[in-house]
């Protein structure tokens, strides 16, 4: 079983900039794409980005293009969400998520495999 954990929400301003970390842990040892997705209040869930395995493939949504960065560090089993000139649209519960080995990924489905329990970003304008 894997386990999937987030953590660096937090209250900010507009403009202002967070790191979101995300670890899993179990079978850590598979290789999988990680994704970011949020909710925000009322509304569904949302494609925010993935990378693959060795980060040479990446997605973003367009509403976070340029502004949003995602990396992982494979030797420290971490996935990151840097969010830069954050806007108060930002504002939901940021879910970090993995695809097992051979599921689909990426922005063209939102069912992965593993999720985290989230953490809230609040931006306020």
């Known amino acids: 079983q894997v386990q999937v954990v987030e953590s660096g929400g937090g209250v900010v301003q507009a403009g202002d900039s967070l790191r979101l970390s995300c670890t899993t842990t179990?079978?850590?040892?598979?290789?999988?794409?990680m994704h970011w997705v949020r909710q925000a209040p009322g509304k569904e869930r949302e494609f925010v980005a993935a990378i693959s395995w060795s980060g040479g493939t990446i997605y973003y949504a367009d509403s976070v293009k340029g502004r949003f960065t995602i990396s992982r560090d494979n030797t420290k089993n971490m996935v990151y969400l840097q969010m830069n000139n954050l806007k108060p649209e930002d504002t939901a519960t940021y879910y970090c998520?993995?695809?097992?080995?051979?599921?689909?990924?990426?922005?063209?489905?939102?069912?992965?495999?593993?999720w985290g329990q989230g953490t809230q970003v609040t931006v306020s304008s």
């Open positions: 998520a993995a695809a097992a080995p051979g599921s689909p990924w990426g922005l063209s489905t939102l069912d992965y495999d593993y």
């Open positions: 179990g079978r850590t040892s598979i290789n999988y794409p």
